[in-house]
């Protein structure tokens, strides 16, 4: 079993950024891909980022490309998601998610374990 907690979210204004941070408890962490999505009101949750357990894989969704940035560090147990440049339409809840098999992917279904969620807010 592994559980999710994310962390860092928060209210901040266009062009501002924002660290995410996804700590997990398991001794299998390094193991798993990690991925994070999000979900607007009224909307269904979507893909923003993954990475395999390798860091060998890596990937975006085309609307974060360039101004968000993955990354995890295993002696902590922790994925982070680095958020430059916001803009209002990246407010969301942000989930991060491990996927146990360690390829990533931007399928929700791929995914076995989901933390709480993390409010982010970008104000105009």
């Known amino acids: 079993q592994v559980q999710l907690v994310e962390s860092g979210g928060g209210a901040v204004q266009a062009g501002g950024s924002l660290r995410l941070s996804c700590a997990a408890s398991?001794?299998?962490?390094?193991?798993?891909?990690m991925g994070w999505f999000r979900q607007a009101p009224g909307k269904e949750r979507e893909f923003v980022a993954a990475?395999?357990?390798?860091?060998?894989?890596?990937y975006y969704t085309d609307s974060v490309k360039g101004r968000f940035t993955i990354s995890r560090d295993n002696t902590k147990n922790t994925t982070y998601l680095q958020m430059n440049s916001l803009k209002p339409e990246d407010t969301a809840v942000y989930y991060c998610?491990?996927?146990?098999w360690g390829s990533g992917s931007d399928l929700p279904s791929m995914y076995d374990y989901w933390g709480q969620g993390t409010q982010v807010t970008v104000s105009s």
């Open positions: 998610a491990a996927d146990r």
């Open positions: 398991g001794r299998t962490f390094s193991s798993y891909a």
């Open positions: 990475r395999s357990w390798s860091g060998h894989n890596i």
